[in-house]
């Protein structure tokens, strides 16, 4: 790959870090906000959501 290449791809990448970042931040935000009745049955999908962007942020630092 040459330098070019590189610096895109690192560009790129950084990118999709900070969009997950936001997203696991977002997803938090909305389990720490549910409210009502449906309150149980949306939160096991939002927690899954959560450790699964958390799953792929650890995949991305390796």
Avoid: C, Y
């Avoid at 936001?22 to 309150?39: A, C, P, R």
């Amino acid at each position: 790959m040459n330098e070019e290449s590189a610096k895109s791809t690192i560009t790129t990448l950084d990118n999709r870090m900070v969009a997950l970042i936001d997203l696991q931040l977002t997803l938090k935000q909305i389990h720490w906000n549910v409210v009502g009745s449906n309150f149980i049955g949306v939160i096991p999908g939002i927690t899954l959501a959560v450790l699964l962007v958390s799953h792929l942020r650890s995949v991305a630092k390796i």
